[in-house]
């Protein structure tokens, strides 16, 4: 089975800048979660999407990052303005059930300068 | 708050030389304890869930158990392909969002 696709891989931009990453998760996943980590540290969950509805976003700084899911299937995630701070790797990860463990894609490699 | 702690956070071995990393965790209601492999460059790569106290699993040289506390990743006899950061992750009974530890990059040297 194809697993969890993110683009881009790299993005450098400056400071106050917009960006957006893309995810296609595996076939037949329902359940959608967008990571953030941050070097030598572990992933902190963004938000989490239920099909096309958001299940957990209280982690998420509402004030600069956005994502969405249309028709339950691929997402964005984007944040405007950028801080130095976001500068990070964003992970998809997408499970069939809340019983399962997840698969993560490779990332999208964020440096903000 | 979930809290999740690992040690130690680098770990260096020869091949062969056995060894375990430590996963201490706070949850309200636990679901499952996943640990994930991260090589660099990539996301993380399911190793195991376990979901009780007593429970064990394996694969290959690890072996993952877990008690009321902790879970511990026990690696026999490694070899320098098993190098990678190791993650350990809790998910509460209450959702499906998983809060990872800081990790423990492990290097084994031939």
């Known amino acids: 089975e194809a697993g969890v696709a993110q683009s881009p891989r790299y993005k450098i931009i400056e400071k106050r800048q917009s960006v957006a990453f893309w995810c296609n998760p595996i076939s037949g996943h329902a359940t959608l979660y967008w990571y953030q980590q941050i070097l030598g540290q572990g992933p902190k969950l963004l938000i989490q999407?239920?099909?096309?509805?958001?299940?957990?976003d209280s982690q998420l700084p509402k004030d600069r990052f956005s994502a969405e899911r249309l028709k339950g299937v691929d997402s964005t995630l984007k944040i405007q303005p950028a801080k130095l701070e976001d500068s990070a790797v964003y992970l998809c990860?997408?499970?069939?059930?809340?019983?399962?463990?997840?698969?993560f894609g490779s990332g999208t490699r964020l440096t903000v300068v | 708050e979930d809290q999740v702690t690992q040690s130690p956070e680098a770990l260096r071995l020869q091949e062969g030389e056995s060894s375990s990393l430590n996963c201490s965790y706070t949850v309200s209601g636990l679901r499952g304890l996943f640990w994930y492999r991260q090589d660099p460059g990539k996301g993380p790569e399911f190793l195991f869930t376990l979901y009780s106290a007593g429970e064990e699993k394996e694969k290959e040289r690890l072996k993952a158990t877990l008690t009321k506390k902790e879970s511990f990743l026990h690696i026999t006899a490694p070899k320098p392909e098993d190098s990678a950061t190791y993650l350990c992750a809790v998910q509460e009974t209450s959702g499906s969002r998983l809060t990872f530890g800081e990790g423990t990059q492990l290097t084994v040297n031939p």
């Open positions: 999407f239920q099909n096309n509805g958001v299940v957990d």
């Open positions: 990860a997408s499970s069939s059930g809340q019983n399962y463990g997840y698969t």
